[in-house]
């Protein structure tokens, strides 16, 4: 197993390098282990990585919020200071089966929480110190015939099969997501964890321009909880249903393509009190946006 770390810097760098992957002989040893990493790493990071990546929130976005003492915080966001991702990739060669790979992500989000607090009616602005890290696991098979290079879902026979979920807190969280249910269409699917594994051709399908409903239960009625969708670069926060339940609504794009939400949970102290530390949890939801429904199995 090797582990490797890369900056965003590195992470382009590393796509150029990793061009001369797909010229290889495909006469080369299935045991060229360095080889066959490097052929991952490009499915991994191909793409804008919508199926791969762990970065499921949007950082920039202001939000307003209900007045709460200590402070009265009527807008915040995060500024992402710095993303440190690793990626352990681990392979399989047992005799007379296929190869596989499993994989690993973690990526360690430091930055600033920015608070916007109405003080009497004059406006200052107060920062805290952010920590979040994310993980999530993928699985690849290789195939036996020789791949098509042209096919981007495939290098030096590597593909990916089935991928978790994303899963991100602070350091010492006391925030919990027991559940997300996911209700659009003819799905109706609960989520209770992040990390299974789920095959790839089996994640969530919602048809285009559906309503889906979101119902998350933190059991804490106190909790703040948005609803990200990074590729729309939106923000919105849920409705509070006064039970530790929060429910929110959102329309599919009309376009067709893999996609995340990100359930975002904070603490009433993160938000609403200058003397209270950060704490978070975010799970990070794929589905994708085609014609017809189902659910994942």
Known sequence: MRRLRTSHLALLVGMVALQGCFDSSPNSASSDVAVDEEAIQAVIFEDEGELTSTDVRFFEDDTDGPAAAPINTVRWRRQLLDLDRSVSIEIHEPAGEIPTADVAIRADA?????????DNDVLRRLTKDFADTGVRSLFFEKSRVAANMDDRWFHRGWKLVAMSGVAIESPGTSRVIHAARVQAGDVDRTFDNMTDLVRVDNIMTIAPSTMVTVTVDTGDATDHVFLHRR???????FVNNGDGTFTATFETDPR????????????????????MPYDNVVWGIPYRVAAGTGAAG
Do not use: K
């Not at 430091?110 to 109405?118: A, C, D, K, S, Y």
């Not at 590729?231 to 926060?237: A, D, K, P, V």
């Not at 893999?258 to 359930?263: D, G, K, N």
């Open 110 to 118: 430091t930055g600033l929480l920015h608070l916007l607090v109405n």
């Open 231 to 237: 590729h729309l670069r939106s923000r919105m926060e």
């Open 256 to 275: 067709m393509g893999p996609r995340h939400f990100a359930i975002d949970v904070l603490s009433d102290g993160t938000l609403y009190d200058d003397a």
